[in-house]
């Protein structure tokens, strides 16, 4: 018996070392992105971005050996553990960070890059029926904020940001910063957009700004329509 238990514990040790060798890059990430984590140990055990990571990894490799049904069983019990739904032929690259990570879906075509960040609810999902690679393809240094849809077969350029709860359904170009629904550039290249003020803690909401652009016009009317009767009068 005493050998039994001393076997397991020192399997359990070596595949929680190994573990955290494979996941380096990923508990760097977290350590790097979030001001909460506090060690490598701690992001390995309790963080469920970087469990999905690690059972994502095992269920792609099953698949790439042909071993689809076990290779989704697997997806979907790592879904049912963690919250986060990514499928075996989805292509994920080094350094993804998923915080907190609820409800976050990547697709069976979809290609993440590297040093990759996703806040819960993000979907990168499909657009129909179609066949084929359906999903969308997204750069390296990518950030994409809670609740956002990118739907469909296109790229997401390199360092791109995309607001929370953005509906993304067109190619988004390098160094660029997309919000609204649907998804719409407000920087591109560092160049701000005409009429759209952007600083480096806020994201503009181009529906509330063309509002108030809409209300600005029609004080302008009614003032100049209130002068003109004074003058009629």
Sequence with gaps: MLLTALFWVAAVLIALLAARYLLRDEIQAALERDPAARS???????????????????????RRLGFKFLARLISQTARGLTGIEIHPGATIGRGLFIDHGMGVVIGETAE???????????????????????????????????????????????????GANAVVVREVPPNSVVVGVPGRIVRQEGRRFPGINLDHTTLPDPLTQALEKLQHEIDTIETQLKEHRKRAS
């Design 112 to 162: 993440v890059g590297d040093n990759v960040t996703l806040f819960q609810g993000v979907t990168l999902g499909g657009t129909g029926k179609e066949k084929g690679k359906r999903h969308p393809t997204i750069g390296n240094n990518v950030v994409i904020g809670s609740g956002a849809k990118v739907l469909g077969s296109f790229k997401i350029g390199d360092n791109v940001a995309i």
């Design 40 to 62: 490598g140990w701690e992001i390995l055990l309790l963080y469920p971005g970087v469990q999905a990571i690690a059972w994502y990894r095992a269920a792609h490799f099953l």
